[in-house]
């Protein structure tokens, strides 16, 4: 235990812990004549001005949003945002459950070492992603990928999670990172022992599945419940649409002339609603979209596929791709507009007729309402609401 601080003497551990967080540890015993037995347990270090959670006397609503027409019946024009809803059925959102997932999301205690939550790399203000090319772990290692937006994961019908689609759901993808060695660098078991002992936890998950029991179930529920509450629908684009009362070709009222020119290209010559599809515009499927991954080698989900996040909040979102690659939003339409790269497995929406790769060779005042629009996609209300904001305080 030398790097722990602490030394064993005897029946007796003692010294001073070197670091916040979990130590793990083994007392062997042993009969001298080769038979020995061991057990294992966890001592908890935390900080003595630890952080609590402050929480509305009136939960926030999170099981029943108020989603407009365009999120919750099927339209011609933009899709059917409610048919690819992936919320399985024994775990519907609720007020209870997703307020403690809020909590669990923020909580740097989900950590090794109390440094690092969720939210450290999904950051509300950035539409819940990290404005770092990759993020920092809890013992300052890199993550291997940038990390994904979150806003209106819940409307990926393919209910798969993370850029390759490793996670067969969004209550699986919830606990691979904690359990990341770059990450968060927890074993679910020292998770649960850690979490038991908290105790502003007891009625947080007495409120949400009935008693106090702490369970890796129950954290991957709460969070995977809060994560599919981070619905953003507040937009420009969206005050356009019901502005313009139900007709999708009418946005005079509220774009600006460059905007509307953007939106055409977006769904005319751009063709980048057939990726980026419904209202919510959310990625159809994963896709290779041409771009040149000699330099890092990623093959994503097989044949350089990857999925991509939602266009809500593109633009405060940067940098951008699985990698991370792209500073700026235009940077990504000079990509679609002039750098798709020839690849076997490019896919056929980024194809000519002949197979080679479809770049969209904008002009350069093209490429500027293309951006235009996409900055309409941005929702302040969704970036500063509180009910997805950091519950501890002096966080």
């Avoid at 793990?24 to 003595?48: H, R, Y």
């Avoid at 020292?190 to 129950?218: C, H, I, M, N, W």
């Avoid at 010559?269 to 209202?279: F, I, L, N, P, Y």
């Avoid at 093959?299 to 633009?315: C, H, I, M, T, Y």
Wanted: glycine residues 8%.
């Amino acid at each position: 235990m030398a790097d722990t601080g602490l030394t064993s003497a005897g029946a007796a551990i003692s010294g001073t812990p070197s670091f916040i967080g979990t130590i793990v540890v083994t007392i062997t015993a042993s009969d001298g004549n080769g038979g020995s037995a061991s057990d294992s347990f966890l001592i908890e270090i935390t900080a003595a001005s630890a952080n609590r959670p402050v929480l509305p006397a009136a939960l926030f609503n999170y099981a029943n949003q108020n989603l407009p027409a365009h999120y919750t019946q099927q339209n011609a024009a933009l899709g059917n945002v409610v048919g690819t809803d992936n919320t399985p059925n024994n775990n519907p959102v609720t007020d209870e459950g997703a307020t403690l997932g809020r909590v669990l999301f923020y909580d740097k205690r989900l950590s090794a070492n109390d440094t690092v939550a969720c939210a450290s790399c999904h950051v509300q203000a950035n539409g819940f992603t990290d404005s770092a090319v990759l993020s920092v772990g809890f013992d300052g290692g890199e993550t291997g990928r940038h990390s994904m937006r979150l806003g209106n994961v819940r409307y990926y019908d393919r209910g798969r999670f993370f850029w390759d689609e490793r996670a067969d759901t969004l209550e699986d993808q919830v606990l691979q990172p904690i359990q990341d060695d770059v990450e968060m660098g927890m074993t679910l078991t020292q998770l649960e022992v850690k979490l038991q002992d908290v105790d502003y936890y007891v009625p947080l998950f007495e409120a949400a599945f009935g008693d106090d029991t702490v369970t890796s179930d129950r954290i991957s529920l709460a969070l995977a419940q809060f994560v599919r509450s981070l619905i953003t629908f507040e937009s420009e684009f969206d005050e356009a649409y019901i502005a313009a009362n139900g007709d999708p070709d009418d946005f005079d009222q509220v774009f600006s002339v460059q905007e509307a020119r953007g939106f055409g290209i977006f769904r005319g010559q751009g063709r980048c609603d057939q990726c980026h599809s419904t209202s919510a515009h959310v990625s159809d499927d994963i896709h290779n979209n041409g771009l040149d991954v000699a330099t890092t080698g990623d093959q994503g989900a097989g044949d350089q596929e990857f999925k991509s996040p939602s266009l809500r909040n593109v633009a405060v979102g940067g940098p951008y791709m699985h990698d991370g690659r792209f500073a700026t939003l235009a940077e990504v339409v000079d990509f679609y507009s002039d750098g798709v790269q020839v690849n076997p497995n490019l896919s056929n929406r980024l194809r000519n007729n002949n197979g080679t790769p479809r770049r969209l060779n904008l002009s350069n005042a093209q490429k500027a309402d293309l951006v235009a629009f996409l900055e309409t996609l941005t929702d302040q209300n969704f970036l500063t609401d509180p009910k997805f904001a950091d519950p501890f305080t002096g966080s």
